[in-house]
Nanobody, 124 residues
């Protein structure tokens, strides 16, 4: 019913930039909070950045503050993550998450949905 598709990952040298995009589609009634998570080999998945529906409240993990920026285009059902001054320790699989109010055959539902992930590799 709801699908999230990430794009924009790739390989970049330290100090470079990447812009990740996550587009939501399906039986969407409302996109609530959206966020970006990442998981590096041997580590737990961690929250990188999060934004409320209107973008009035944002959160950044300590390791990315001042370097990453989350933004939303609600008209396109899309959330972005601009990543600047990338470091090797940013290397991970990045996942988009959205809390969604969606349409069902009998009414509505609310739940979290995940994208398939996009790889980011930063070389020194």
């Amino acid at each position: 019913q709801v699908q999230l598709v990430e794009s924009g990952g790739g390989s970049v040298e330290a100090g470079g930039s990447l812009r990740l995009s996550c587009a939501a589609s399906g039986s969407i009634l409302r996109l609530n909070a959206m966020g970006w998570y990442r998981q590096a080999p041997g580590k737990q998945r961690e929250l990188v950045a999060r934004s409320t529906s209107g973008g009035s409240s944002v959160y950044y993990g300590d390791s990315v503050k001042g370097r990453f920026t989350i933004s939303r285009d609600n008209a396109k059902n899309t959330v972005y993550l601009q990543m600047n001054s990338l470091k090797p320790e940013d290397t991970a699989d990045y996942y988009c998450n959205a809390n969604v109010r969606y349409l069902t055959r009998s009414g509505t539902g609310t739940g979290d949905f995940w994208g398939q992930g996009t790889q980011v590799t930063v070389s020194s």
